[in-house]
């Protein structure tokens, strides 16, 4: 990691952070990662993560992996394991080049990284309300015809109740009679991720917010057209932002 030294580029925006996954007990304890630090003559911050939270958010399960983000918050590259150290710096040069060129814009790289909101369960249980915690991080689904939005026909945007992520919009919503929130399409691509849910004897398609992870509800084929789709969402998992 020589080459790596937080020192070196942060007068150019760049920043180094150490992340420590434990691997043992005694790895979790803070005072014994510090003394390894300072044994080994580490130069840029290092913190713990014992919960594993940044390998959940980045999908890693591998140490050292390191991750170069631009300015804007992109994943730009990834190493697994020891070395390609020289490959590293050569795209942090490329990265710190790109920054000094306005007419350079940046492109590319992993938009599912863009501004990720992640925090611990316990953080979640406090800022919501049980409802709200059940729903988007237990995968829960509220009953039908309970929820805010089902019947609401104002015109405005939906965004995740966790972290604010504009999710949906009335434009798309339509009436399936399901008595949960319903929508041909979220606002857009980017804005959520799906992923197989094979939970209750099922085969469904989770929809989840791309910017916390918060389970929004699933989106079945059996939609209006021209998309098709009906997205199934939580009211719960919605807060609806009139406009
Ligand atoms: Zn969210």
Redesign the pocket.
Known sequence: MAGLSHAQYRDQGLTIVGVHSPEFDNEKKIENVRREVASLGIRFPVVTDNEFETWHAYKVDAWPTIFVLDKSGHVRGKHVGEGGYAQTEQLIQKLLAEQTSPANTISGGNEAMTDK?VKTDEEWRKELSPEQYYI?RQKGTEPAFTGAYWDNHEAGVYT??????T?FSSDKKFDSGTGWPSFSAPIAEKSITEESDTTHGMIRTEII??????HLGHVFSDGPKPTGLRYCINSAALKFVKQ
């Open positions: 909101v988007t995740c109740v966790a972290c604010g992520n999710v917010c791309k910017r916390c992870g918060a």
